[in-house]
């Protein structure tokens, strides 16, 4: 969706009334009179213990055939889960206008989300970032190169204009362009294009491969 400014003012009043309900949690009281109060430990209902020991199982499998920070990512994601199952069931109670009991266990649906945000989005923008950082720099001024190309529909690629006007990411000198583009040649994206400009002197440039709007299409 395009950017746009809200014009309605947010229901500061509600929210804070709402998260003021956290402290309305008690403590579990302890045995001894002279020990302090311990926090009051809040379990995943019984139906919820499978479905964790799947998507436990489902992390440890993609963990195996992961490198890098990513085996660290899907080492944690279980963990994860559980946390932010507890944030979204303390939130909706907080958010619940009418007198509802505090919370007692973590529900299937509060899993669920929970389970569903991390596996959906976390782990594959972990992907993304993790695989740019390893990436050579030669890679991701390619890969920026070439989502330059299809945005604009771009027929050719000419090194002037990128480094004086288009001036992408990474890509603000002509020998960065030029490696970059290579790099598009050897995938079949390019094909390197001398044409004559004013006073005869030839114009560095690049025709893209028709192809590619096929294979995009």
């Keep these: 969706m395009p950017f746009r400014l809200g014009r309605a003012a947010p229901g500061e009043a509600w929210a804070i009334e709402a998260l003021d309900r956290l402290r309305l949690l008690d403590l579990m009281p302890s045995f001894d009179p002279s020990e302090p109060p311990s926090p009051r430990m809040i379990p995943l209902s019984p139906s919820t213990l499978p479905l964790l020991e799947d998507f436990g199982r489902e992390m440890q ?10 085996r660290s990512a899907y080492g944690k994601a279980r963990g994860l889960v559980l946390r932010l199952s507890l944030v979204l069931e303390m939130l909706w109670w907080c958010g619940d206008n009418a007198t509802a009991a505090t919370p007692v266990v973590i529900s299937d649906r509060a899993w669920l989300k929970a389970a569903g945000f991390v596996s959906d989005y976390l782990m594959p923008m972990a992907e993304r970032v993790y695989g740019d950082a390893a990436a050579q720099p030669i890679d991701r001024h390619a890969a920026t190169l070439a989502r330059w190309i ?33 790099a598009l040649i050897e995938a079949g994206w390019l094909v390197k294009d001398q044409q004559t400009g004013k006073a005869g002197r030839q114009r560095a440039g690049y025709r893209v491969n028709p192809a590619v709007w096929a294979d995009l299409a």
């Excluded at 945005?151 to 970059?180: I, N, Q, S, Y």
């Design 61 to 70: 499998e993609r963990q195996h055939e992961a490198g890098g920070l990513m």
């Design 150 to 182: 299809r945005k604009h529909r771009a027929a050719e690629v000419h090194v002037r204009k990128m480094v004086r006007e288009v001036r992408l990411p990474g890509l603000t000198d002509a020998g960065a362009v030029h490696e970059a583009a290579e």
